[in-house]
């Protein structure tokens, strides 16, 4: 099985596929641009990606691409749309760059209390400006709201809680016995969220529903002189409002994403945000650290070996929830040829089989052949197959009703 990592990649887990005989193509600094070309002429089983992009044009410039892996957790840069269509699964290794997210975050966040930048900068110019940088406000017994309680919000809440914090968080999936466990202020909304809050950190992944939470009614909301803290994905806050908000409340904002930032690990690059004051960036690499990435690629050769071994993928991103509209399960004689004829009657009346499993009883003799399908099959077809000799019994459920 071919494997191309088109991005960097830690050495251990190039080893490791090697010594599992896959034959792995580690070209680091192929581009977005010229990974169609490098899918064509290699003809990989696996892409592995970290930042590169992973187009429509790539996907179908192959005929053996089976799996594209994130080394990461973020997969908004992969088409997955063009993936499913062209099947092809989408994974991802969600969590294990959480802690390098929430120490880059606390980093940001003392920096926006503490201005350290810009008093190493001084420093370095030759200025003692002790009387400007002593005022600060400090962060103990304040409040941080926390947007999004994934594995990073919740280390986020972990630190916080070390700091003498109060926590306020906000999530769609956050009960009141989750914040009760967490020692967190569970919010109903985000705008409450930033009503409360000395200090806001966003932890959320980039979706349509995402896109531009933080906006103008979300920097109306925040206290004069608080923090916000962006290490997601530029795509979740609307730049002009916290510029904005910024100039009219004295908002200090800390970054680690921008809109228009290089997609290569080098280049040039403008940003009307990072030239005000109050403002601190980091280059995008919150999950850059080698503990995050070591942990990364084992996580990543994890993946490409379960779905060589197993046909499994773990992570996947892009399978349908959507268990179709009727469970048809047939107990059978563990022969040849059984299910073949199952399945052409299926076929005959134009029944699409969504996902199948076949479990064989102790003995193998007889086994049960589970058949999620895309619509119920009617009286007489239930009938045809349990009138094969072959067949012990045939059952029909509603997934509807399991789903309702």
């Given amino acids: 099985m071919r494997v191309l990592i088109a991005d960097k990649f830690e050495q251990q887990g190039i080893n490791e596929l090697e010594s599992r005989k896959f034959e792995v193509f580690f070209e680091p600094t192929v581009g977005a641009d010229e990974l169609p070309s490098r899918v064509s002429e290699i003809d990989p089983n696996v892409v592995v990606v970290r930042s590169t992009k992973v187009t429509k044009e790539a996907i179908e410039a192959g005929e053996s691409l089976e799996l594209v892996v994130r080394a990461g957790a973020g997969y908004n ?28 975050s606390w980093g940001l966040i003392l920096c926006c209390d503490r201005r350290i930048p810009d008093q190493t900068r001084d420093l370095r110019a030759g200025t003692w400006n002790k009387k400007e940088y002593a005022r600060a406000s400090g962060i103990a017994g304040r409040t941080l709201g926390v947007i999004g309680m994934g594995r990073i919000g919740q280390a986020m809440v972990d630190r916080a809680h070390a700091f003498g914090m109060n926590i306020a968080a906000w999530s769609r999936s956050l009960q009141d016995e989750q914040a009760q466990e967490y020692g967190v202020t569970r919010c109903e909304n985000i705008i409450n969220l930033a009503k ?57 904002v800390g970054l680690d994403v921008f809109e228009g930032e290089p997609g290569s690990g080098t280049g040039t690059f403008s940003n009307e945000l990072i030239n005000e004051p109050g403002v601190y960036g980091t280059h995008h690499v919150g999950a850059s650290t080698n503990q995050a990435q070591e942990a990364i690629a084992g996580e990543a050769v994890r993946i490409i070996c379960a779905h060589r071994d197993s046909g ?18 047939v107990r059978h004689r563990n022969k040849p040829g059984v299910l073949a004829k199952v399945f052409d009657i299926l076929s005959q009346a134009s029944l699409n089989v969504e996902e199948m499993e076949n479990l064989i009883y102790e003995g193998g003799e007889s086994a049960c052949a589970r058949i999620q399908l895309g619509a119920t099959p009617s009286l007489a077809e239930v009938e045809a197959i349990e009138s094969q000799d072959t067949v012990l019994g045939v059952s029909i459920a509603s997934l509807e009703t399991a789903k309702s």
């Fill in 77 to 104: 840069t992969i088409d997955t749309q063009a993936a499913s269509m062209n099947g092809v699964f989408v994974s991802n290794c969600p969590g294990k760059n959480a802690l390098a997210v929430a120490e880059i």
């Fill in 196 to 252: 409360l809050s000395d200090v806001v950190s966003v932890h959320v992944a980039a979706t349509d529903g995402t896109r531009h939470i933080i906006n103008d009614k979300f920097i109306d909301a925040m206290r004069e002189g608080s923090i916000l803290i962006n290490t997601s994905r530029s795509s979740v806050m609307d730049e002009k409002a916290v510029l904005r908000g910024i100039r009219e409340k004295g908002i200090r």
């Fill in 312 to 329: 499994e993928v773990p992570n996947c991103v892009n399978q349908s929830e959507d268990r179709g509209s009727a469970l048809l399960t």
